[in-house]
């Protein structure tokens, strides 16, 4: 609270600040405006009887909503997310990615150009697929009998998507202007500004339809894990780094001591999201089945229920596997050790190039399985509290959730507390006033 008390003192600051807010007061407004050619009152009767929790539940909760209202900004930010994924991932089979990646601050420009293009791309493709999913019924779990698109025609159907695919470019644009004009990650804001306008409502409806005992019993969890997740997220296993001193030319450099900051979760929310995304599909391609096929009635029964057993133990390899798979690529240890031994660093104890590749390898692997147990431990207490409370499927919160909301909050804060060290002095003013009482 000091900090953001500081931070609007400040004239630059409290500017970025009210700026911010613009942009997420335009990009919730546009989250209502609904694409030319649908049905509005249709689609608000095919919403309230629907629940969506599948694989189109999850682009709704990251598109704050919007999704399943079909409005401009129906996609929201899962293009942009999904296209810096797989540019990420594209870094280990194309050579060109990962010298761009070297190249510093130039070759990130040209993959940040790379993953603009992807993102139209996909967001063209989902658009197409979220505009045959409505009118077939599946977006709305079948529930919705009336057709929310009336006009089928070709034109109309390239119009909504050119109008979503231009919302999902006006969303990357407003990320941009949050990250260059004002406070936080842009793309991390609007991710926040999305989750936690379906969030707290949901929140509320627990103890207005259930009772108000479980909806203490449900904050007080939310608050007990919040207050864990940022414990770990904050949490650093530093290994220490000694540069040797060398002489160029007439002056002396190195011999300096620093550290290699590693995070118990190395891989983010990236792990959940990916388990989630892929048990989902399965779910989504049922629903075009017959509902009477043996397979149909096995996908639904399994993975279509978060408390089943096949969907809890699949959940629960793949959030395992994708800890280590993720970290392996953001994260190369051959690299840093060349790194290291290039300018003249080694881990005090350990010889440096291949000895020092294999004790960073080590050190992430031990990391890798406690950042997984801890995943683990986030993502299934909501499903542990459904199946205590009874809950259904009104629960507002998952692991992926608070992952997000406690990350992109500390990250904002972060650079709120550094943007605010910058415009005020206030340690050196005391110690100066402090000496000048004592004179």
Request: hydrophobic share 45%.
């Amino acid at each position: 609270m000091r900090t953001l008390i500081q931070a609007f003192r400040t004239k630059e600051l409290r500017n970025k600040i009210l700026f911010t807010l613009g942009i997420i007061i335009i990009y919730r407004i546009g989250a209502f405006i609904p694409t030319p050619g649908v049905d509005y009152t249709i689609v608000h009767q095919c919403i309230a009887n629907t629940t969506s929790e599948n694989f189109i539940g999850l682009i709704n909760l990251f598109s704050g909503g919007s999704l399943l209202q079909l409005s401009i900004f129906a996609l929201g930010v899962m293009p942009y997310i999904t296209a810096s994924i797989v540019v990420e991932l594209l870094r280990v089979v194309i050579p060109r990615f990962e010298a761009l990646h070297r190249e510093g601050q130039s070759g990130e420009a040209k993959l940040t150009q790379y993953t603009r293009y992807m993102t139209i791309g996909l967001a063209v493709l989902q658009s197409a697929t979220i505009i045959v999913t409505a009118r077939s019924g599946a977006l709305f779990d079948y529930e919705c009998s009336s057709n929310v698109i009336p006009n089928g025609s070709v034109m109309n159907l390239i119009v909504m998507v050119l109008i979503m695919t231009g919302g999902t470019g006006l969303i990357m644009w407003m990320a941009e202007l949050i990250t260059d004009h004002g406070l936080g990650q842009g793309m991390s804001v609007l991710i926040f500004i999305s989750i936690c306008s379906g969030f707290l409502p949901k929140l509320w409806d627990i103890g207005r339809e259930t009772s108000w005992e479980k909806f203490g019993i449900v904050a007080a969890v939310l608050i007990a894990i919040v207050i864990f997740v940022i414990f770990v997220e904050q949490s650093q296993r530093r290994i220490p780094v000694q540069y040797t001193r060398r002489m160029i030319g007439r002056k002396m450099y190195g011999g300096t001591s620093t550290y290699i900051p590693l995070k118990i979760n190395m891989s983010g929310v990236i792990p959940p999201i990916f388990a989630s995304s892929i048990l989902a599909i399965p779910t989504l391609v049922a629903q075009f089945g017959k509902s009477d096929q043996s397979w149909v009635k096995w996908v639904n029964a399994n993975l279509g229920d978060t408390t089943s057993v096949w969907y809890i133990c699949l959940y629960a390899v793949m959030i395992i596997f994708f800890t280590f798979f993720y970290t392996s690529i953001t994260f190369n240890p051959d690299e840093v050790s060349d790194d290291m031994k290039e300018y003249g660093g080694f881990v005090p104890g350990i010889r440096a190039g291949h000895d020092t590749s294999r004790y960073l390898r080590y050190v992430i692997n031990r990391l890798n399985t406690i950042g997984s147990i801890y995943l683990l431990f986030v993502c299934l207490i909501p499903t542990t509290l459904i199946m205590a409370l009874s809950l259904g499927s009104s629960l507002p919160f998952g692991g992926t959730t608070i992952l997000i909301i406690a990350g992109v909050g500390l990250d904002t804060l972060r650079q709120a507390a550094a943007q605010v060290q910058q415009f005020q002095y206030e340690g050196f003013l005391d110690s100066t006033k402090a000496i000048a009482e004592k004179k």
